[in-house]
């Protein structure tokens, strides 16, 4: 029988006896007798869930671990906060499902999010309700851009990923996802992302002159360069799912004035990146850019409640009734919790911890670059990598990795993988972390790179 208490407080890591335990092992098993191979979490983290609070989370077991995969990014403000959790309640017993009506709790996520944009974005931007999933908000970002210019490329960048619906999955880079599936969205166009720590087109530090940007510049300006004019750009500035790899300045900004220049609209993915996760509301503040479309989505809700949407520059409003909608677009319980959650990063100076607690992970993984199979550290705010690659041929080292994560589950530490053969440890912490919580997550993430070393 489900228990209807409220879950505990969990203040510290606590993991007894062998992974899975029992009672997770048995849940495991049954979904994997009854759900579809795709599910992909609990085959490298094999544990069922059971009751979540701030930072950590527990299993049926009663293990409780440090969450810094936090639903993927979407529960910014961490497992069932209390203020979010009433939010939620009270709006549950006036109305749940809105479709696109108008309600004033709508109105009020609305104004809510646009008041968090940059000064000069805040008066031009329109707001469009998606399906609930980033995913579904990029298929709206490319249909809304090809409807106001007519035109029908696309221009991505290697190493970015934007969902795996069938146009998300088109304009993402990630290979093994798309050879399943014929027929892919036609006329996208992949170039170099300034992935510095790996070169996309073999410099070495000392001779970068971000050239990766200039072959974009000279194909898209260049008569014979076999690419007709796009109808967008889309770009993250920092790559998530890709490895947690912040753009280079100048590329990002050379990219902006590019499309400026040929009236192309840039939209920026910042599903992951958005709603804090970086340090500012939205990383492409951090580069000094406005952009014409931004898609935003996982932790619009602080809470995990789905909600997803684009913010766009009017003029982009060309698209008739109809043209983009999904049921679940009107989620009365996401919008309730948005509402409370913006108020709160406000009030409690949310994005200022997010800072601090990138700045303290930042100084603990330095201790960590010091091994020789960590390649690269890098990251912003509260979105980190650890690249992890054999010192002698660099060649990505997944199965360390992986072995990475394995030995931090033991020690109470959820963390995820990401990048080139899921070779990048990924964190993603609450946005409200604390600073004992992130060094106790520091000294699990050290003793299982070492642990993980010592078993090659």
Same mark, same amino acid.
């Given at each position: ?7 505990? *407080?969990?203040?510290? #890591?606590?993991? %007894? ?28 983290? #094999? ?15 009663? *293990? ?33 499902h809105g479709l696109d009506f108008p309600t004033p709790v709508k109105d009020a996520f609305t104004e809510a999010q646009l008041s968090m944009l940059p000064a000069p974005l805040r008066d031009r931007m329109k707001v469009h309700f998606c399906g609930p999933t980033g995913a579904n908000a990029v298929e709206a970002a490319i249909k809304l851009c090809k409807t106001a210019t007519g035109r029908g490329e696309i ?55 971000? *050239? ?14 076999? =690419?007709?004019? #796009? ?13 947690? =790899? ?47 479309? =931004? ?7 602080? =809470?995990?409640? #789905? ?12 698209? %008739? ?44 993984l330095a201790e960590a670059a010091g091994c020789h199979w960590v390649r690269e550290v890098r990251g912003r705010g509260l979105l980190w990598g650890v690249e992890l690659a054999d010192p002698d041929t660099g060649a990505p080292a997944a199965r360390l990795a992986a072995e990475v994560q394995a030995q931090a589950l033991r020690r109470g530490l959820i963390v995820e993988l990401g990048g080139r053969q899921d ?34």
């Amino acid at each position: 029988m489900t228990s209807l208490a409220p879950p505990q *407080n969990f203040t510290a #890591p606590r993991v %007894a006896g062998e992974l899975p335990g029992p009672r997770s092992a048995e849940l495991l098993a049954r979904q994997e007798r009854y759900e579809s191979n795709a599910r992909s979490y609990p085959r490298h983290l #094999p544990v069922a869930l059971a009751e979540g609070s701030g930072s950590f989370v527990s299993d049926v077991d009663g *293990n409780v671990f440090i969450d810094f995969l936090s639903g993927a990014g979407v529960l910014s403000l961490g497992h069932n906060h209390p203020a979010l959790v009433r939010a939620v309640t009270e709006q549950l017993g006036r109305l749940t499902h809105g479709l696109d009506f108008p309600t004033p709790v709508k109105d009020a996520f609305t104004e809510a999010q646009l008041s968090m944009l940059p000064a000069p974005l805040r008066d031009r931007m329109k707001v469009h309700f998606c399906g609930p999933t980033g995913a579904n908000a990029v298929e709206a970002a490319i249909k809304l851009c090809k409807t106001a210019t007519g035109r029908g490329e696309i221009v991505s960048f290697q190493g970015g990923f934007h969902g795996s619906t069938h146009a998300a999955m088109a304009v993402s880079g990630l290979l093994a996802q798309k050879r399943p599936v014929a027929h892919g969205m036609p006329g996208v166009h992949f170039f170099p992302y300034s992935s510095c720590g790996r070169c996309p087109v073999g410099l070495t530090p000392d001779g970068c002159a971000v *050239n990766c940007v200039t072959l974009l510049e000279r194909s898209l300006r260049d008569p014979n360069g076999g =690419i007709p004019l #796009p109808a967008a750009v889309l770009m993250e500035v920092v790559q998530g799912e890709g490895g947690v =790899i912040p753009a280079h300045g100048e590329f990002v900004r050379r990219v902006r004035k590019l499309t400026a220049e040929l009236g192309i609209p840039l939209i920026v993915d910042e599903v992951q990146t958005g709603c804090g996760r970086t340090g500012s509301w939205f990383a492409f503040e951090q580069y000094g850019i406005e952009p014409d479309v =931004i898609v935003a989505s996982k932790a619009l809700s602080g =809470i995990g409640a #789905p909600v997803a949407l684009i913010l766009y520059d009017r003029r982009l409003d060309t698209w %008739a009734p109809g043209a983009h909608i999904g049921t679940f677009r009107g989620n009365q319980l996401a919008f309730a919790a948005g509402v409370e959650a913006v108020r709160i990063i406000r009030e409690e100076d949310v994005l200022g911890n997010v800072r601090a607690r990138g700045e303290q992970i930042r100084r603990r993984l330095a201790e960590a670059a010091g091994c020789h199979w960590v390649r690269e550290v890098r990251g912003r705010g509260l979105l980190w990598g650890v690249e992890l690659a054999d010192p002698d041929t660099g060649a990505p080292a997944a199965r360390l990795a992986a072995e990475v994560q394995a030995q931090a589950l033991r020690r109470g530490l959820i963390v995820e993988l990401g990048g080139r053969q899921d070779a990048v440890v990924r964190l993603l912490p609450p946005l409200n972390v604390t600073e004992e919580v992130v060094d106790t997550a520091c000294s699990i993430l050290d003793e299982s790179i070492a642990a993980a070393v010592a078993r090659i």
